[in-house]
C-alpha cells in the first residue's frame, strides 16, 4: 500500500501564495504521475496539476494556468504544489494522488489510486 499526506494548507489573503507538499511512503515503488485534485463545496473533486513520473510533463487547467506549479522530487518521495496570484475561488480541499498505472500526466481522477486525506485551503478576498 501507499500513504500519501499531504501539509501546506492555511489561510491566505487574494494576491498571496501557499506550498503544498505531499510525502508519499510506503511501496512508493508503484506509484508513477501524482497530481493534485481540489473540490470546493457543494463541487466535485477536480484537476489543479499533474506531473508525470519523470516530472517533465506537467498539466494544468485553464483555471491555474501561470499561477501554479507543480514538481516532485523523487529522492525524497515528495510532491509539492507552488500557488501563487491565489484567487478566492481557490478554496478547496487539496488532495495529493498517485497512480500505480500510468507513469503520464493524467488530469482524470479515473487513473489515480491513492489518495491523500486532504488539506484545506482557504483564499480570503
Known amino acids: 500500500q501507499v500513504q500519501l499526506v499531504e501539509s501546506g494548507g492555511g489561510l491566505v489573503q487574494a494576491g498571496g501564495s501557499l506550498r503544498l507538499s505531499c510525502a508519499a511512503s510506503g511501496r512508493t515503488s508503484n506509484t508513477y504521475a501524482m497530481g493534485w485534485f481540489r473540490q470546493a463545496p457543494g463541487k466535485e473533486r477536480e484537476i489543479a496539476a499533474a506531473?508525470?513520473?519523470?516530472?517533465?510533463?506537467?498539466y494544468y487547467p485553464d483555471s491555474v494556468k501561470g499561477r501554479f506549479t507543480i514538481s516532485r522530487d523523487n529522492t525524497k518521495n515528495t510532491m509539492y504544489l507552488e500557488m501563487n496570484k491565489m484567487r478566492p475561488e481557490d478554496t478547496a480541499v487539496y488532495y495529493c494522488?498517485?497512480?500505480?498505472?500510468?507513469?503520464?500526466?493524467?488530469?482524470?481522477?479515473?487513473?489515480?489510486?491513492?489518495w491523500g486525506q486532504g488539506t484545506q485551503v482557504t483564499v480570503s478576498s
Open positions: 494522488a498517485a497512480s500505480s498505472r500510468s507513469t503520464y500526466a493524467r488530469p482524470t481522477i479515473m487513473h489515480y489510486d491513492y
Open positions: 506531473i508525470s513520473w519523470s516530472g517533465v510533463d506537467t
